[in-house]
């Protein structure tokens, strides 16, 4: 069936992935990228689709109410898939207002447009891809499930459980056809190197110290981007209206093994003598805040809609790697200019 799909935030990270499977797979489907290129978008993620017939790229501010309003009465979108954010927990850190700006605002924005402009609801969907960080943070055991209670604690996590709600708020309230998943940490190619992996792939390269918050002990469960991009495009096309999908990898790590990981798998790549990575490694000043550790039971999604991630961990990070290395262009676009400033402000005092 032929439908337009608004997906906000498709020129990040996940976004852009997620841009690229639904172009690629639904020709049909007249897709509309809308994204407001922040620092974490980058348009160089998706020249290899740019050119397709049902892609179309807007950029905007999902915060300006008057500019969403009049893009959905001007362009009759039936579905949207809603990824832009602000996403990185230490930026929230930093600063939080501009994440309550985009992530709760921007987002009450969509549902407002999407309400007004839906004249019935069926065949609609907004779609909330969120994260599994407003659960809170586990101890050394269990897992978050969907009926997990709220506890965030970084300004992201708050911002994007709020959001979550008024999600939710406009499903009980007006009927507003809504669907939600919460997703692990991803990793994989195009993600911009103020995460974890990117970072320290850049640090490791450049012979930079790999600054490792407290002592490592965190933990994430990781997930490759493109199992999230088909996660998404699963939930978007079979879950149930008003329900949360869980979204997760089955693969915790310590934040440590995993960095240490990396160093070998680099030194190898870099034909380096083996530790030369890891005596990059640097403990520094945790982060305030610091959830200790997330994990999903990804169950749900696996029974009910038949989803599960593809890649193995070790195989999925090599990937990874080689991206890097191949598309150092890319990393160097990104690392040249305002990144100099963020790193310094982020690393210099810790
Ligand atoms: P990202 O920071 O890489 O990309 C965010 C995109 O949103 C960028 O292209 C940016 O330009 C755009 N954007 C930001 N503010 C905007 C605004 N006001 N108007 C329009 N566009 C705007 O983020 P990501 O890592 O790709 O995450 C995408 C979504 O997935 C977010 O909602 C995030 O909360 C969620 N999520 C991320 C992870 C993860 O590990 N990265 C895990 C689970 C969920
Ligand atoms: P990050 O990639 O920022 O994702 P999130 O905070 O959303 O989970 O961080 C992943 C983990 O790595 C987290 O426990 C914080 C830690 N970390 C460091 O130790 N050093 C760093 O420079 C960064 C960016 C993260």
């Known amino acids: 069936m032929s439908k337009t799909l608004l997906i906000t935030g498709g020129a990040g990270f996940i976004g852009s ?15 509309i990228n809308l994204d407001k290129l922040t620092y974490a978008g980058n348009l160089e993620n998706l020249t290899d689709i740019e050119d397709k017939d049902n892609y179309r790229f807007i950029k905007g501010d999902i915060v300006n109410s008057s500019f969403v309003e009049n893009l959905f009465q ?57 994260t599994d960080e407003v ?24 911002s994007k459980a709020s959001s979550d709600h008024f999600v939710r708020a406009y499903n009980d ?19 911009f190197p103020e995460k974890l992996l990117p970072l320290f792939f850049n640090n490791i390269i450049n012979n930079k110290a790999l600054p490792v918050y407290g002592n490592g002990s ?52 870099l034909n380096r003598t083996i530790g030369t990575s890891e005596s990059l490694i640097t403990f520094v000043t945790d982060r305030s805040g610091h959830d200790f550790r997330y994990a999903i039971d990804a169950s749900k999604i696996e029974k009910d809609l038949g989803w599960k991630p593809s890649l193995q961990f ?25 990144y100099k400033t963020y790193y310094q402000q982020q690393y210099s005092k810790r």
Not at 135 to 157: I, K, N, V, W
């Open 17 to 31: 992935h997620v841009v690229r499977l639904f172009v690629n797979k639904y020709p049909d489907y007249k897709i």
């Open 74 to 130: 001007i362009e009759n979108i039936d579905a949207v898939i809603h990824l832009a954010a602000e996403s990185h927990v230490d930026r929230s850190i930093s600063n939080p207002i501009e994440f309550v700006q985009t992530n709760v605002i921007g987002t009450a924005n969509l549902l407002n447009s999407a309400r007004k402009s839906w004249k019935d609801y069926s065949e609609k969907c907004f779609y909330h891809v969120s």
């Open 135 to 158: 659960y809170g943070a586990l101890g050394e055991t269990g897992l978050f499930t969907e009926e997990t209670s709220y506890d965030p604690h970084s300004p992201y996590s708050a």
């Open 173 to 191: 309230t007006y009927g507003l056809p809504i669907v939600i998943s919460n997703c692990s940490n991803n990793y994989g190619p195009n993600q």
């Open 218 to 269: 965190n933990t994430r469960d990781w997930l490759y981007v493109v199992d999230h991009a088909k996660a998404i495009d699963v939930v978007f096309h079979k879950g149930k209206d008003g329900e949360t999908y869980n979204i997760g990898g089955h693969n915790e790590w310590k934040n440590l093994d995993l960095i240490k990981m990396m160093c070998a798998l680099m030194d190898e790549k």
């Open 314 to 338: 070790k195989e999925g990070l090599s990937i990874t790697l080689d991206w890097y290395m191949a598309n150092q262009n890319w990393l160097d676009n990104i690392t040249s200019g305002d």
